[in-house]
């Protein structure tokens, strides 16, 4: 199993509040993604970072901020939490982009809940 | 972008069954991955399969690129099965340094 850690795995909060999910991952891969997902659908891409420091919009990027100062570690900041951003959200890794070897593998998941 | 569909979006199979999924995506890929998601939310990687076919026990994936769709097929079915199957795509082009896109997902249910 790739080396994927999330933090916390469960959190309820309030709408207004500042939240942080952290992903760790101990592969040394280059890339992570941050996916939400929602009833009926699929994964849908937030964010993703292509290297420390180098971090770019997603789909559904709006009200969402990352950071990236290690590569083992890629945070994920709601500013102010809304019901909205209640979901399930999960950290991936792939060792590389668009080119061979770009399998990505997912952590265990955080589930959000904002009241 | 792209759109990728799964079908049937239902399965309900008695254990020993065997069972066809399938993806299709509406534009060039040059990565596709299927995964199964358990009951506990887990996901697990079945395969990485951008062309071809691959096998691993019971499962095996049939990918044809330059028709776009792609198979996954689940032999003798076992109620650890049970849990949705999702087809994932990267953009050949453009593409957003490696992000899948993902289907909506095949629901499989597995009865002993």
């Known amino acids: 199993d790739a080396g994927i850690t999330q933090s916390p795995r469960h959190k309820v909060t309030e709408t207004g509040t500042p939240v942080t999910l952290r992903c760790h991952q101990t592969e040394n891969h280059r890339y992570m993604y941050w996916y939400r997902q929602d009833p009926g659908h699929g994964l849908r891409l937030i964010h993703y970072?292509?290297?420390?420091?180098?971090?770019d919009k997603g789909e559904v990027s709006d009200g969402y901020s990352v950071s990236r100062s290690k590569t083992e570690d890629f945070l994920l900041t709601l500013e102010s939490a809304t019901s909205s951003q209640t979901s399930v959200y999960f950290c991936?890794?792939?060792?590389?982009?668009?080119?061979?070897?770009?399998?990505?593998?997912f952590g265990p998941g955080t589930r959000l809940t904002v009241l | 972008g792209i759109q990728v569909e799964q079908s049937p979006p239902d399965l309900i199979l008695q254990e020993g069954a065997n069972s066809t999924l399938r993806c299709n995506f509406s534009d060039s890929v040059n990565n596709l991955q299927w995964f199964h998601q358990n009951p506990w939310g887990q996901l697990i990687n079945l395969f990485y399969i951008p062309s071809g076919t691959k096998q691993n026990g019971r499962l095996s994936a049939t990918t044809v690129a330059t028709e776009r769709y792609s198979l996954l097929y689940i032999s003798s079915s076992q109620t650890t099965d049970s849990g949705v199957y999702f087809c994932?795509?990267?953009?050949?082009?453009?593409?957003?340094?490696?992000?899948?896109?993902f289907g909506r997902g095949t629901q499989l249910t597995v009865w002993p």
């Open positions: 991936a890794i792939s060792e590389a982009g668009t080119t061979i070897h770009n399998e990505q593998f």
């Open positions: 994932a795509v990267v953009l050949s082009r453009g593409s957003t340094l490696g992000r899948l896109y």
């Open positions: 970072s292509y290297g420390v420091k180098d971090t």
